[in-house]
């Protein structure tokens, strides 16, 4: 039989999951920092040999990120409630928490696009 852990312990792991992931990414910003600063200087790139991806683009790469945070998260839901040792609740519910955020994100970018279409569509000619 699958032991659960009590939402205390659960809790715990969550907020030391978060601590650990606010240092590192504390450490990524200072060696960000200390590259550009003690790092050689870079040539900066004209403007005809760098390629800036369409919104088409940018757009279908968001919602095929969300496609797959929502499958692994489908995924470990599915593990977790099998009974699979090799995954825990603070894993199943992360996923379905970055899950939910981006899909939340998308959502509010989409409402903006349309919502801008829609004043450009109402605008007198």
Known sequence: ??????INSVLSDIRSLRSQMMQNQQIQQDQSV???????????????????????????KAVNNVNELQQNTSELRTAYEMGDP???????????Q???????????????????YEDIMNMPI
């Open 34 to 60: 200390r590259g550009r600063i003690d790092g050689p200087r870079q040539v900066q790139e004209t403007r005809e040999t760098q390629e800036v991806p369409s919104f088409s683009d940018m757009l279908g």
């Open 86 to 96: 090799n995954v825990d609740i603070t894993r199943v519910m992360i996923a379905a």
């Open 98 to 116: 970055k899950s939910s955020v981006s899909f939340e994100a998308l959502t509010q970018v989409r409402n903006r696009v349309v919502r801008a």
């Open 1 to 6: 039989m699958v032991q659960r852990a009590d």
